[in-house]
């Protein structure tokens, strides 16, 4: 069965400092992972997604992530943050190699302080 | 993309009552699904709705608590029956759009059963 652990329920940093969200998975099978943000009242979006290409994806918003399977995990890094940035994120990975049927994890709420 | 169409936005309900729950799509789809998400806890997936059959449910999930239906390819519903204060969460439809593999979230329900 797959699982995803999101460390961290709520991660707070300054504008203009690094973020990153931190994302282990366990899969029996080559996963693909997601990344979705949510903004308040608003549907979560799609960041990015690894299905087994490059190792460094590259999404929306500046935002990026790296699979590392040797430590399972898919954390998502911004360079430098934006007020904007500030909503909940949700690592996901898929189960039975779909891209459509997946599991949460539990989200992370970014704040970004001025 | 996919744009999604969510009704309610947000509702209050007595316990003992149902509540259908409508997604509507500006496209056809061949996939949609229904997520829950209750407090504090990561995106749990209903159901997949399929046209013109039953839906298939996830473990946990029955049809008798939470029917659903899908008359054509670019509707569905779903109705939380019975409602206990344990069923208050929010409601996400999501479609899987196959020509950018990208899976969609609608806005979400934000259901409270008092």
């Known amino acids: 069965a797959q699982s995803v652990t999101q460390l961290g329920s709520h991660v707070s940093v300054s504008e203009g400092a690094l973020v990153l969200l931190r994302c282990n998975y366990s899969?029996?099978?080559?996963?693909?992972l997601f990344w979705y943000v949510q903004y308040p009242n608003q549907g979560l979006q799609l960041l990015l997604k690894?299905?087994?290409?490059?190792?460094l994806v590259k999404g929306i918003n500046g935002f990026e992530a790296e699979f590392k399977k040797s430590e399972t995990s898919f954390h998502l890094t911004k360079p430098s943050a934006h007020m904007s940035d500030a909503a909940e994120y949700f690592c996901?990975?898929?189960?039975?190699?779909?891209?459509?049927?997946?599991?949460f994890g539990k989200g992370t709420l970014l704040t970004v302080n001025p | 993309s996919a744009v999604i169409s969510q009704k309610p936005s947000r509702d209050i309900c007595q316990r003992g009552t149902s509540l259908t729950i409508q997604c509507q799509v500006d496209?056809?789809?061949?996939?949609m699904f229904w997520y829950r998400q209750q407090p504090g806890q990561s995106l749990t997936l209903i159901a997949t709705?399929?046209?013109?059959?039953?839906?298939?449910?996830e473990s946990g999930f029955v049809i008798d608590k939470f029917p659903i239906s899908r008359p054509n390819l670019t509707f569905s519903t779903l109705t939380v029956s019975n409602m206990s204060p344990e069923d208050s969460s929010i409601y996400l439809c999501?479609?899987?759009?196959?020509?950018?593999?990208?899976?969609?979230f609608g806005s979400g329900t934000q259901l409270s059963v008092l």
């Open positions: 999501s479609v899987w759009a196959a020509n950018n593999e990208k899976l969609f």
């Open positions: 899969s029996s099978v080559p996963p693909y």
């Open positions: 690894y299905t087994s290409a490059a190792t």
């Open positions: 996901a990975v898929s189960r039975g190699g779909s891209n459509y049927k997946l599991t």
């Open positions: 496209s056809q789809v061949t996939m």
């Open positions: 709705a399929n046209q013109g059959s039953e839906a298939t449910y």
